[in-house]
Protein backbone atom coordinates (compact mmCIF):
# COMPACT_ATOMS: atom_id res chain seq x y z
CA UNK A 1 0.00 0.00 0.00
CA UNK A 2 1.58 3.41 -1.31
CA UNK A 3 1.67 6.51 0.92
CA UNK A 4 0.71 8.09 -1.80
CA UNK A 5 -2.42 7.24 -3.60
CA UNK A 6 -2.72 7.48 -6.96
CA UNK A 7 -6.01 5.99 -9.55
CA UNK A 8 -4.58 3.30 -11.04
CA UNK A 9 -5.54 4.17 -14.31
CA UNK A 10 -6.60 7.20 -16.47
CA UNK A 11 -7.50 7.38 -20.35
CA UNK A 12 -8.07 9.94 -22.65
CA UNK A 13 -8.20 10.33 -26.87
CA UNK A 14 -5.87 12.73 -28.64
CA UNK A 15 -6.19 16.30 -28.16
CA UNK A 16 -7.99 15.63 -24.98
CA UNK A 17 -6.87 17.59 -21.50
CA UNK A 18 -6.33 14.27 -19.02
CA UNK A 19 -5.25 14.90 -15.06
CA UNK A 20 -4.20 12.29 -12.49
CA UNK A 21 -4.73 12.94 -9.23
CA UNK A 22 -2.36 12.47 -6.10
CA UNK A 23 -3.50 12.25 -2.35
CA UNK A 24 -0.96 11.99 0.74
CA UNK A 25 -1.28 13.99 3.87
CA UNK A 26 0.28 16.77 6.07
CA UNK A 27 3.30 14.45 6.61
CA UNK A 28 3.81 14.80 2.99
CA UNK A 29 2.42 16.69 0.64
CA UNK A 30 0.21 18.94 2.91
CA UNK A 31 3.75 20.66 3.81
CA UNK A 32 6.36 19.57 1.05
CA UNK A 33 6.66 20.16 -2.73
CA UNK A 34 4.93 17.03 -4.87
CA UNK A 35 7.51 15.85 -8.01
CA UNK A 36 5.80 13.82 -10.98
CA UNK A 37 8.01 11.27 -12.85
CA UNK A 38 7.05 9.71 -16.26
CA UNK A 39 8.23 6.13 -16.87
CA UNK A 40 7.65 4.78 -20.55
CA UNK A 41 7.88 1.16 -20.76
CA UNK A 42 11.12 -0.13 -20.60
CA UNK A 43 12.83 2.75 -19.30
CA UNK A 44 14.15 4.75 -16.07
CA UNK A 45 11.35 6.94 -14.84
CA UNK A 46 11.60 10.85 -15.95
CA UNK A 47 11.53 13.75 -13.68
CA UNK A 48 8.02 15.70 -15.32
CA UNK A 49 7.14 18.20 -12.58
CA UNK A 50 9.05 19.57 -9.70
CA UNK A 51 8.49 21.71 -6.75
CA UNK A 52 4.24 21.14 -7.21
CA UNK A 53 4.68 23.35 -10.55
CA UNK A 54 7.95 23.52 -12.15
CA UNK A 55 9.06 21.97 -15.54
CA UNK A 56 12.41 20.91 -16.26
CA UNK A 57 13.98 22.23 -19.27
CA UNK A 58 12.92 20.24 -22.25
CA UNK A 59 9.46 18.73 -20.64
CA UNK A 60 6.87 20.73 -22.66
CA UNK A 61 4.02 22.80 -21.65
CA UNK A 62 1.45 20.58 -22.22
CA UNK A 63 2.55 19.13 -18.62
CA UNK A 64 1.67 21.20 -15.75
CA UNK A 65 1.07 20.61 -11.58
CA UNK A 66 -0.59 22.17 -8.88
CA UNK A 67 -1.14 21.21 -5.46
CA UNK A 68 -4.01 21.90 -2.62
CA UNK A 69 -3.46 20.97 1.14
CA UNK A 70 -2.75 17.24 0.73
CA UNK A 71 -3.39 16.79 -2.79
CA UNK A 72 -1.75 17.16 -6.00
CA UNK A 73 -2.96 16.76 -9.39
CA UNK A 74 -0.86 16.22 -12.54
CA UNK A 75 -2.63 17.54 -16.24
CA UNK A 76 -1.56 16.83 -19.62
CA UNK A 77 -3.53 18.95 -22.57
CA UNK A 78 -3.31 18.49 -25.94
CA UNK A 79 -2.77 14.30 -25.09
CA UNK A 80 -0.72 12.65 -27.37
CA UNK A 81 -0.09 9.12 -28.45
CA UNK A 82 3.33 9.38 -27.08
CA UNK A 83 2.18 10.46 -23.34
CA UNK A 84 1.01 6.56 -22.89
CA UNK A 85 3.02 5.87 -19.86
CA UNK A 86 3.02 5.74 -16.13
CA UNK A 87 3.02 8.78 -13.93
CA UNK A 88 4.35 8.95 -10.04
CA UNK A 89 3.63 11.33 -7.98
CA UNK A 90 6.35 11.80 -5.34
CA UNK A 91 7.20 13.77 -1.85
CA UNK A 92 9.79 13.34 0.87
CA UNK A 93 7.62 12.68 4.44
CA UNK A 94 8.21 13.55 7.84
CA UNK A 95 6.75 10.79 9.77
CA UNK A 96 8.78 7.97 10.38
CA UNK A 97 12.09 9.73 10.56
CA UNK A 98 11.74 10.51 7.30
CA UNK A 99 11.32 8.93 4.07
CA UNK A 100 10.82 9.52 0.79
CA UNK A 101 7.41 8.13 -1.01
CA UNK A 102 5.82 7.48 -4.18
CA UNK A 103 2.32 7.13 -5.10
CA UNK A 104 1.64 3.41 -6.72
CA UNK A 105 1.51 5.07 -10.59
CA UNK A 106 -1.41 5.55 -12.95
CA UNK A 107 -0.95 4.11 -16.33
CA UNK A 108 -2.22 6.50 -18.92
CA UNK A 109 -3.95 4.99 -21.90
CA UNK A 110 -3.86 7.08 -25.29
CA UNK A 111 -7.20 5.63 -27.10
CA UNK B 1 25.33 16.50 -19.45
CA UNK B 2 25.65 13.94 -16.37
CA UNK B 3 24.84 10.76 -16.85
CA UNK B 4 24.52 8.11 -14.33
CA UNK B 5 25.47 4.24 -14.62
CA UNK B 6 24.49 1.23 -12.25
CA UNK B 7 27.13 -1.77 -12.51
CA UNK B 8 27.11 -5.16 -10.45
CA UNK B 9 26.39 -8.76 -10.38
CA UNK B 10 23.80 -10.40 -12.63
CA UNK B 11 22.17 -12.22 -10.02
CA UNK B 12 22.32 -12.62 -6.36
CA UNK B 13 22.26 -15.50 -4.01
CA UNK B 14 19.57 -15.69 -0.95
CA UNK B 15 21.18 -14.67 2.18
CA UNK B 16 23.67 -12.91 0.56
CA UNK B 17 24.85 -9.21 -0.08
CA UNK B 18 23.92 -7.23 -3.09
CA UNK B 19 26.24 -4.74 -4.02
CA UNK B 20 25.84 -2.03 -7.08
CA UNK B 21 28.09 0.76 -7.68
CA UNK B 22 26.68 4.35 -9.53
CA UNK B 23 29.34 5.87 -11.87
CA UNK B 24 28.81 9.95 -12.39
CA UNK B 25 30.34 11.31 -15.66
CA UNK B 26 29.87 14.84 -17.15
CA UNK B 27 29.82 16.46 -13.65
CA UNK B 28 31.30 16.36 -10.20
CA UNK B 29 29.36 14.00 -7.04
CA UNK B 30 31.11 16.40 -5.02
CA UNK B 31 28.35 19.12 -4.60
CA UNK B 32 27.49 19.76 -2.21
CA UNK B 33 23.99 20.56 -3.92
CA UNK B 34 22.97 17.52 -4.94
CA UNK B 35 21.81 14.24 -2.75
CA UNK B 36 22.59 10.74 -4.55
CA UNK B 37 19.90 8.31 -4.34
CA UNK B 38 18.80 4.39 -4.76
CA UNK B 39 15.42 4.08 -5.85
CA UNK B 40 14.45 -0.15 -6.83
CA UNK B 41 11.04 -1.04 -8.75
CA UNK B 42 10.03 -4.42 -8.24
CA UNK B 43 9.05 -7.08 -11.09
CA UNK B 44 5.56 -4.58 -12.52
CA UNK B 45 5.27 -2.68 -9.21
CA UNK B 46 5.46 1.20 -8.51
CA UNK B 47 8.94 3.23 -7.22
CA UNK B 48 10.67 2.47 -3.35
CA UNK B 49 13.29 4.75 -2.90
CA UNK B 50 15.92 2.96 -0.73
CA UNK B 51 17.75 6.00 0.88
CA UNK B 52 20.80 8.77 -0.37
CA UNK B 53 23.85 10.09 0.43
CA UNK B 54 25.83 13.64 0.46
CA UNK B 55 29.54 13.72 -1.54
CA UNK B 56 30.40 14.55 2.27
CA UNK B 57 28.93 10.85 3.28
CA UNK B 58 25.76 11.78 4.96
CA UNK B 59 23.71 9.19 4.92
CA UNK B 60 19.24 8.95 5.10
CA UNK B 61 17.99 5.59 4.77
CA UNK B 62 14.63 4.15 3.75
CA UNK B 63 13.31 3.62 7.41
CA UNK B 64 12.11 0.17 5.84
CA UNK B 65 15.19 -1.09 5.02
CA UNK B 66 17.64 0.82 7.37
CA UNK B 67 18.85 -2.05 8.87
CA UNK B 68 20.29 -3.93 5.57
CA UNK B 69 21.15 -1.35 3.49
CA UNK B 70 24.41 0.80 3.37
CA UNK B 71 25.48 3.69 0.99
CA UNK B 72 28.54 4.83 0.61
CA UNK B 73 30.62 7.60 -2.21
CA UNK B 74 34.11 7.42 -3.37
CA UNK B 75 34.73 11.10 -4.83
CA UNK B 76 37.87 10.07 -5.96
CA UNK B 77 35.84 7.90 -8.82
CA UNK B 78 33.38 10.21 -8.85
CA UNK B 79 30.95 6.95 -7.84
CA UNK B 80 28.72 5.89 -5.02
CA UNK B 81 27.79 2.61 -3.86
CA UNK B 82 24.87 0.73 -2.39
CA UNK B 83 24.89 -2.58 -0.35
CA UNK B 84 22.18 -4.19 0.87
CA UNK B 85 22.71 -7.25 3.04
CA UNK B 86 20.89 -10.57 3.83
CA UNK B 87 18.78 -10.59 0.59
CA UNK B 88 15.95 -13.00 -0.21
CA UNK B 89 13.73 -13.14 -3.38
CA UNK B 90 11.57 -10.11 -2.37
CA UNK B 91 14.68 -8.16 -3.46
CA UNK B 92 14.41 -8.56 -6.37
CA UNK B 93 13.63 -5.61 -8.50
CA UNK B 94 15.39 -3.31 -10.63
CA UNK B 95 17.68 -0.60 -8.90
CA UNK B 96 18.16 3.02 -10.05
CA UNK B 97 20.65 5.39 -9.23
CA UNK B 98 19.58 9.22 -9.17
CA UNK B 99 20.95 11.93 -8.82
CA UNK B 100 18.81 14.32 -6.29
CA UNK B 101 17.94 18.19 -5.33
CA UNK B 102 17.30 19.82 -2.55
CA UNK B 103 13.83 19.30 -2.28
CA UNK B 104 13.73 15.38 -3.24
CA UNK B 105 13.31 15.70 -6.84
CA UNK B 106 15.66 12.90 -9.18
CA UNK B 107 16.66 15.07 -11.57
CA UNK B 108 18.70 12.42 -13.56
CA UNK B 109 18.13 8.81 -13.33
CA UNK B 110 20.80 5.86 -14.23
CA UNK B 111 19.20 3.48 -16.98
CA UNK B 112 18.95 0.68 -13.97
CA UNK B 113 19.91 -2.59 -13.65
CA UNK B 114 17.91 -5.64 -12.70
CA UNK B 115 19.24 -8.05 -10.08
CA UNK B 116 17.30 -10.77 -9.68
CA UNK B 117 17.74 -13.33 -6.49
CA UNK B 118 17.70 -16.52 -6.87
CA UNK B 119 19.64 -19.70 -5.41
Known amino acids: QSVLTQPPSASGTPGQRVTISCSGSISNIGSKPVHWYQQLPGTAPKLLIYNNNQRPSGVPDRFSGSKSGASASLAISGLQSEDEAYYYC????????????FGGGTKLTVL | QVQLQESGPGLVKPSQTLSLTCTVSGGSISRSDYYWSWIRQHPGKGLEWIGYILYSGTTYYNPSLESRVTISVDTSKNQFSLKLSSVTAADTAVYYC???????????WGKGTTVPISS
Open chain 2, 98 to 108: ARGGPTWYMDV
Open chain 1, 90 to 101: AAWDDSLKGRGV
